[in-house]
């Protein structure tokens, strides 16, 4: 029979349910989550304000893009987060009396980050399952960290330090040689091929439905 990761177990309870199969059992969790009809008719009616926040955010950091700690001025943000406290509220009430389940204007709530840790897929419905093969694998987008995300608006300044830093690598690698050849084996060598696969980890099976530590939506 099935065991383990061959098992996708479908439930309604994230800790109940998700949590226990997950942890106890190591089996593939599919949250099933009514409310996810409504959330996302909100979002795709209301999906302006958001792209809203987002252009609120960038013109937020421009205002601090050319300080730094010797700055003597601090820049005027008050129309701007008035602006934001505007558009996260009319986000809100467009969810109902209660807010949205998985958003609280431009931040995700508590209840989506506990989805995210425990459940591989969700979806409003099982039935969702039926309009994908069932040699599918459901892998999650690939999630920029917060450092990574700022790669775009720092890429001329970091362009300038290129030159410095290839001068220590050279640097480096010269120091790296010469403790070699008076310490032999004084550093591992490299390995020859890639061993890093924890990422295909999931391809290994075929019939493998769910193929990501984030959760995929199923809608």
Sequence with gaps: GAKGKDVLYVGDHIFGDVLKSKKLRGWRTFLIVPELDHELHVWTDKRQLFDKLASLDAQLADLYLDLDSSAKLKPDISKIRSSMQDAIYEMDISYGLLGSLFRSGSR????????????????????????????????????????????????????????????????????????????????????????????????????????????????
């Design 108 to 219: 995700q709530t508590f209840f989506c980050s506990q989805l995210t840790r425990y459940a591989d897929i969700y979806a409003a419905s099982v039935l969702n399952l039926l309009y994908y093969p069932f040699s599918y694998i459901f892998r999650a987008p690939p999630m920029l960290m917060p450092h990574e995300s700022t790669v775009d608006h720092e890429a001329d300044e970091l362009s300038g330090i290129t030159e410095a830093s290839s001068r220590r690598e050279v640097r480096k690698g010269f120091l790296n040689r010469r403790t070699s050849s008076l310490l032999p084996n004084a550093f591992p060598e490299a390995p020859g091929t890639t061993r890093n696969t924890h990422e295909l980890d999931d391809f290994d099976d075929e019939d493998d439905l769910s193929g990501s530590p984030n959760s995929c939506n199923t809608e």
